[in-house]
């Protein structure tokens, strides 16, 4: 059973920044990581991405304010966002797979105010 505990969501006017962090239960090294986020009466959707060999994906709609990063030695994934806007507002959740396996992490709540 992998673990993923996030953490760093918070209450942010617009154009703040916050930066969240993933802890995860094993290595990440050799793992797909990601961030998701599903805001109410939404689907959930992918925001940014990193696979193993540390290629990044980002949601259109971040591109140029987020950032995905991670710290093999310490098994931890971030999102760096910065400019936020009140459309940011969402449940942010970690994501970790490998091979067939798969994870989510609990989430956390960030809410942009304008």
């Known amino acids: 059973q992998v673990q993923l505990v996030e953490s760093g969501g918070g209450l942010v006017q617009a154009g703040g920044s916050l930066r969240l962090s993933c802890a995860a239960s094993?290595?990440?090294?050799?793992?797909?990581v990601a961030w998701y986020r599903q805001a109410p009466g939404k689907q959930r959707d992918l925001v940014a991405a990193?696979?193993?060999?540390?290629?990044?994906d980002y949601a259109d709609s971040v591109k140029g304010r987020f950032t995905i990063s991670k710290i093999n030695a310490k098994n931890t994934v971030y999102l760096q966002m910065n400019s936020l806007k009140p459309e940011d507002t969402a449940v942010y959740y970690c994501?970790?797979?490998?091979?067939?396996?798969?994870?989510w992490g609990q989430g956390t709540q960030v809410t942009v105010s304008s």
């Open positions: 994501y970790w797979s490998r091979g067939s396996l798969a994870y």
């Open positions: 094993v290595t990440i090294f050799s793992s797909n």
């Open positions: 990193m696979t193993s060999a540390g290629s990044t």
